[in-house]
C-alpha cells in the first residue's frame, strides 16, 4: 500500500473532502472509535448504575458513557 498524506487526498489521489478531514483529525487523536477503560467505583454507585440500567432497559455501558459525557459537558461549560 503506497504512502501519502492523509489531509491532503487519498491513495487513488482524490481530494478529501472536509467530513473526512475531521475524521483524520479524531484518528490523530485515537487510533479507534473505543477505548478500554478499567476503573474500580465504589459498590453503591455500581449498584445505583446497575438498577438504573434495569430500570431503563439500558446497557450498563451506555449509561457510564452519557452520564460521563454529560458530567465533563457541563464542567467545560462551567470553565472547569
Known sequence: MGQYDLKKGRP???EKD???M???NFKDQCSDM???F???IPCRLAERVEAY???NDADITGIVIEALDA???EQKSRGG
Do not use: P
Request: proline share 0%.
Open 18 to 20: 472536509s467530513t473526512e
Open 38 to 40: 478499567n476503573i474500580q
Open 53 to 55: 440500567a434495569k430500570e
Open 34 to 36: 473505543t477505548k478500554e
Open 22 to 24: 475531521a475524521s483524520d
Open 71 to 73: 458530567f465533563l459537558r
Open 12 to 14: 487513488d489521489g482524490r
